[in-house]
């Protein structure tokens, strides 16, 4: 649960507040409850490396009072997996969006997920390139509009979470800005797993992506993603009808598999005892 | 009083605040108002201190703090 602006005071850079996102952008929802679900995991700040890639999303380590460390577009999970090499006791959390992890990054995110890095990814999935001016990213759905698709996406959009899942990371979620109590919770498993995690927090775009599509207001969007995402768990229970067109939240996997980091470790050590 | 949070005041830092709309839409008990692009609390004492206009607040710009003055 969210508990109040002692919060933003204790993990956020205040004389950088407010933030220049956009009125409306679901960003700075999930910045604050990343920083609540670090806040109730008990992670010591100075254990904490925050990274980011570019974009939109990958501004918010600027905001945040921790190690924090902004690199280049896509690879903010390669500079991740150094960081956490180099000092295996932190604990390293990547934010990026769906355009700098999936299409810039996407090769960095598979091998990370097929390593089982323990490597923590939120990813700000707001489903078009927000920074540089609404270009169609790959969560851009099939048929909508971006300014490189003025006729329509014909592309199939990556869902992020099978991606994840398939290349074999061990724990999968996906969130929304509107369900933020869930997001804390999704956030706070995904910290206390062991290996790769990744969670697809869904954000909202009111300036591109909302006005190329005319999804409405700030406030329409929100209620779009209150009445669309269903939970993986309710949704098992409902029949197919009641499940079209609407999106899964939650928890999909949370498995315990080696960890690339401890595996590295032992072949260090078995070869310093020889 | 049966309200947990009911020691806790509404705060507003209004130079944060872009009048985005969301904590007025979802406010259950209609107390907040955007006037010129900014919130307003219309009735304090309506409030019931649930802090969802705090839960998804985009830009930090309201919250619940307890008031420190009554103790």
């Not at chain 1, 509009?145 to 999968?172: H, R, S």
């Amino acid at each position: 649960m969210y508990t109040g602006s002692d919060l933003i005071k204790n993990n956020f850079r205040m004389d950088r507040l407010p933030h220049i996102w956009c009125p409306g952008c679901g960003h700075g929802i999930i910045m604050k409850m990343v920083t609540q679900a670090i806040e109730n995991c008990n992670l010591e700040k100075e254990k904490v490396c925050i990274v980011s890639g570019i974009g939109c999303s990958s501004r918010a380590p600027g905001y945040m009072n921790f190690n924090t460390l902004h690199t280049t577009h896509g690879r903010a999970l390669a500079f991740a997996t150094g960081v956490k090499l180099a000092n295996p006791e932190l604990k390293v959390i990547v934010i990026t969006g769906d355009g700098d992890c999936t299409a810039i990054g996407g090769n960095h995110l598979i091998h990370a997920a097929r390593r089982n890095i323990d490597i923590t990814t939120i990813v700000f999935n707001n489903n078009i390139y927000g920074m540089t001016g609404g270009q169609y990213s790959p969560t851009t759905p099939i048929k909508e509009f971006g300014t490189t698709a003025p006729f329509g996406n014909i592309e199939k959009a990556f869902d992020v979470c099978k991606l994840a899942d398939g290349a074999g990371a061990t724990y999968v979620g996906r969130g929304t800005a509107y369900h933020a109590n869930q997001l804390v919770k999704l956030i706070e498993n995904a910290l206390e797993n062991k290996g790769f995690s990744l969670v697809d927090a869904i954000s909202i775009c009111p300036t591109y992506y909302g006005r190329k599509n005319r999804k409405g207001s700030v406030v329409d969007m929100m209620k779009y993603l209150k009445d669309t995402a269903i939970d993986v768990k309710v949704a098992a229970k409902l029949p197919k009808e009641k499940t079209e067109g609407k999106f899964l939240i939650g928890e999909f996997k949370n498995i315990h598999e080696p960890e690339y980091t401890e595996e590295y470790l032992k072949i260090l050590e078995s070869i310093k005892s020889k | 009083m049966a309200n947990p949070k009911s020691n806790k005041q509404i705060k507003i830092i209004e130079t944060w605040c872009k009048g985005c709309g969301i904590c007025v839409e979802f406010c259950p008990v209609n107390v907040l108002k955007l006037i010129d692009d900014k919130i307003t609390i219309t009735d304090k004492d309506k409030c019931i201190r649930c802090g969802l206009c705090e839960l998804r607040c985009p830009d930090y710009a309201i919250y619940l703090e307890e008031d420190k003055d009554e103790k």
